[in-house]
Each structure stands twice: as structure tokens, then as C-alpha cells.
């Protein structure tokens, strides 16, 4: 880009800057809405009024989504190429200063209105004071926490959701102390075990020095097994990844009258309850392994469902499928934590069971192409990709991807096609046995 474009592209930046900032600004001063802020009591994100989310909230949403990507952008361009490599490679400190509010609990450690010394917040949180000031005014230059005059200390709204939000927290556990260090043994691990596809040879082992699978290291500590479960609640409870999405997104009623759906590794069943609400003709077997279906999950079951959806434990990679004949087989957040060669395991341990026509629904995320939306959102997903790979060696799929996992477990899955539902996909294929394409073609992948 010549030096002259590169100058205009600023002015058109800073005058698309102008014109979101303004839908933002005049919708919440409209509605009466608390406006941006990083004060302790400014909202957490983006408010929308609740009857708002179709028509205008859509609007004002848009309007941020391209007002950060131009900022964005616009702040790239003024830092400029030079300074953005030299301080992205030291990136993690900002992870570092997280990781030691974190850990010594000094967001709660202070009311919301409360104005505090560094010694006194450090005699309450038992951290060092010298350490504690040098990562707080670290954490500062993110907005986390400020100080109004010199050695106090007071909240910011990002400080404040640290002590009063248990899944942000959480989230923010899960990565300062699950995985900031595996992440630093990333490329160690594709060193040592180039292209594995074992949920065992990742960088979380290294760190861990162990030869056990994420699953298996969260499993040894229930206050970690308890964390990752809420931070993981926020994707499930996030917007766009509620379950009624999918209700009435999939087209359920092609199953049938009375159809059957399996809801391999359903957890305690929820997703197939939101479905059966809406479905009433429906019937379900949640299949997952015995530790998560020990007790009594029918409990869980609202009274007037109870007799369609029934529990069944089975190991998805230890044997064939026990349910012949459904209709739907159904995977929601599922093939994500498995590489490849898992995922073809799991496939071909249902083909025993399928009928001609049975269907396999796969609810989960899809990488997209590269340039098809904002480098903000791009940046989310393919985070979650590299996370994949850090901790379990499994990974997130383009359409074609899944396309070809299909293809790789047995011709015979017909591709039927791939359908955005809000944040997340639907993907489908179906069991055709006379697929032409099936005969001569074998394939050879274990
Ligand atoms: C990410 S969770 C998804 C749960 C649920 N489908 C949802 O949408 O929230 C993955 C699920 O797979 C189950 N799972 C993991 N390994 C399994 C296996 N070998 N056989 C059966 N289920 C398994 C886990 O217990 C967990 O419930």
C-alpha cells in the first residue's frame, strides 16, 4: 500500500469510527442505558434492552462489532509494524499481571467503593507489597484496577467482574493455571511428537511432566474439575450457544412421528431436554461414560419428559454403538476434543448400528475461511483451535474438514451439508449403504 493510500485509509477509518461510535452512544443515551465506562459500576458489556434484541439491539451489535474492528485496525496502523511485533512477543505479561490478581484473590480482597493502600491490600491478600504494586500497575495499564493518587488503590468495572463474576473468574483460572505454562511448551510438544493425534503427547503433559490426558489430570482435582466446569458454562449459557438454538434450528420434525435420537456424550441430558420440550413426538437415549451418569440423572429431568428420555452409559471409543436403529445420532461439543483419528474411531463405532438413512447431527464449531469476518472474531476461534492443540491434540474444522472426516471414516456417510446456528454449526451427513461412491474407493485410514 503506498504511503498516500495508507493516509487516506486512517481518515476513512477515524470517520467510520465516528459514525458507530454514534449509533452506540445515541441508542444508550436513548434508552437511558448506562453509558461505556471503565468505572467499577459501568456495565460489563454492551447493554441492550431486553426488548431490544431483535430489531435495534442487532443494529447497536453490529455497530460495535465494526467499530472495534476499525479501531482496531486504526491502532495497528498508528502503532505500526515495528512496535507491533516487538510488543507482541512479550504479550504474556499481560497474562503474568492477570495471573497474580488471580492467585492472591486481590480483586475481592477490597469493596467496590472502597479506596485502599498497596499495604493494606497486601497485608489482606498475604502477597509481597513490592510484587503486588509492580503486577497491580502492570494489570493497571489494562484497566484492570487504578490509582487515583499515589500507593491507592481502587477498582475498575474489569476488576470488579474479577470478584463478582464466578465464571469469568473461573475462566481466568482455567488459563493462568491450566494452561498458561502448557502454552509456553506448544511448540515443544509439536517438536517432540510431530503430528500426533494422541490426546496424551501435548504441551499440557510436558508442563505437567506426565503421561496422562488433560481429562485425567482435571479428574485428580475436584476444585479444577469444578472451575473448568464454570468456565466452560459460559460458552454453553453464552449468546448463540444456548441450546434452543438448536432446537429450532435442526430440522427435528424430518425425523419422524415418533423419532429416536441418541445424544452421544449428552452429559446429564440437558441439550436433549430443550429439544424434547419442543418436540414432543421425540425420544431420547443420553449416552455418556459412567462417572458423569453415576447418581441418578433422570433427576435432572423436568416430571413430564421423564418417560422420553432415557440414560444409557457407554464409552464412545471403547466399543460399537449399543442403540441400532435410531434415527439421529447427535454430537454436541463433541468432535472438537478428539483429533482426527479419534473422530474416525468414534464414526465407525456406529456404523454397526445405523439404519439406511439414520442421520448424524454434529453440533459444534466451524473454523472459518480466512478473511470472512472481523480479525477481532477470527482471532476467537482460531485462539480456541490453538487451545485444542496445547491441551488434548484435537482441533476446530472448516466445512471441508468435516466434510473429509466423514469421507475418511467410511464413504458410505452421505454429506449432507453444513448450516450455521447463531454461534455455532449444524452438521450433517446421513448413513446411505448403496452410496455408489462407497464401492472401489476404500479408504486407509486407520
Ligand atoms: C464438551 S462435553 C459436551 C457435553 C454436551 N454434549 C454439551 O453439549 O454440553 C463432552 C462430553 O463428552 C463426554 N465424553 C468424553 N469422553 C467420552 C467417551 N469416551 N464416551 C462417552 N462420552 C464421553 C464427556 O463426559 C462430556 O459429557
Not at 436513548?30 to 465506562?37: D, E, I, R, V, W
Not at 438454538?245 to 431436554?273: C, H, K, M, P, R
Request: glycine share 6%.
Amino acid at each position: 500500500m503506498s504511503a498516500s493510500t495508507s493516509t487516506s485509509r486512517l481518515v476513512e477509518l477515524s470517520t467510520t469510527i465516528a459514525e458507530k461510535t454514534r449509533i452506540i452512544d445515541d441508542y444508550l443515551s436513548f434508552k437511558g442505558l448506562p453509558p461505556l465506562s471503565f468505572e467499577p459500576d459501568a456495565p460489563g458489556q454492551l447493554p441492550i434492552a431486553k426488548d431490544d434484541e431483535d430489531g435495534e439491539g442487532q443494529k447497536v451489535r453490529q455497530a460495535r462489532t465494526e467499530l472495534i474492528a476499525a479501531t482496531q485496525e486504526l491502532h495497528d496502523l498508528a502503532v505500526g509494524p515495528k512496535e507491533s511485533v516487538r510488543y507482541l512477543a512479550w504479550d504474556h505479561n499481560n497474562t503474568l499481571s492477570l495471573h497474580f490478581i488471580y492467585h492472591f484473590k486481590v480483586a475481592e480482597a477490597f469493596r467496590s467503593d472502597e479506596e485502599i493502600t498497596f499495604s493494606e491490600l497486601a497485608r489482606r491478600t498475604g502477597a509481597p507489597e513490592s510484587e503486588l504494586k509492580r503486577l497491580l500497575r502492570h494489570a493497571m495499564t489494562n484497566h484492570i484496577f487504578r490509582e487515583p493518587r499515589k500507593n491507592h488503590v481502587v477498582h475498575t468495572a474489569a476488576s470488579q467482574l474479577l470478584a463478582s463474576d464466578p465464571v469469568l473468574a473461573s475462566w481466568v483460572g482455567l488459563h493462568c493455571e491450566d494452561l498458561f505454562t502448557p502454552c509456553a511448551k506448544t511448540v515443544d510438544a509439536v517438536v517432540k511428537w510431530p503430528g500426533s493425534q494422541e490426546p496424551s503427547q501435548t504441551a499440557l503433559a510436558i508442563a505437567h511432566d506426565t503421561e496422562d490426558d488433560w481429562f485425567k489430570i482435571l479428574g485428580k482435582d475436584p476444585a479444577k474439575i469444578k472451575r473448568f466446569g464454570l468456565a466452560m458454562s459460559s460458552f454453553s449459557q453464552g449468546e448463540g450457544f444456548e441450546a434452543e438454538n438448536l432446537a429450532a434450528d435442526y430440522d427435528w420434525g424430518q425425523l419422524g412421528e415418533e423419532g429416536t435420537v441418541v445424544d452421544v456424550g449428552g452429559s446429564i441430558g440437558f441439550i436433549s431436554v430443550a429439544i424434547a420440550k419442543q418436540h414432543p413426538g421425540l425420544e431420547f437415549i443420553v449416552q455418556d461414560v459412567e462417572k458423569v451418569l453415576a447418581g441418578d440423572p433422570s433427576s435432572n429431568i423436568p416430571d413430564e419428559l421423564r418417560s422420553r428420555i432415557r440414560f444409557q452409559v457407554w464409552d464412545f471409543l471403547a466399543s460399537a454403538q449399543p442403540v441400532h436403529g435410531a434415527d439421529a445420532y447427535f454430537f454436541r461439543w463433541i468432535f472438537h476434543n478428539w483429533s482426527d483419528a479419534y473422530s474416525i474411531r468414534i464414526l465407525r463405532n456406529h456404523i454397526p448400528a445405523l439404519k439406511p438413512g439414520a442421520r448424524i447431527v454434529i453440533n459444534d464449531g466451524v473454523l472459518p475461511e480466512p478473511n470472512t469476518m472481523t480479525l477481532y472474531d477470527e482471532k476467537l476461534i482460531r485462539t480456541v483451535d490453538l487451545l485444542m492443540l496445547t491441551a488434548i491434540n484435537a482441533r476446530e474444522r472448516e466445512v471441508n474438514d468435516w466434510k473429509a472426516l466423514f469421507k475418511r471414516a467410511d464413504e458410505r456417510f452421505r454429506w449432507v451439508g453444513a448450516k450455521q446456528s447463531k454461534r455455532m454449526w449444524v452438521i450433517e451427513a446421513v448413513w446411505d449403504p448403496r452410496n455408489p461412491k462407497a464401492d472401489g474407493e476404500k479408504n486407509s485410514d486407520a
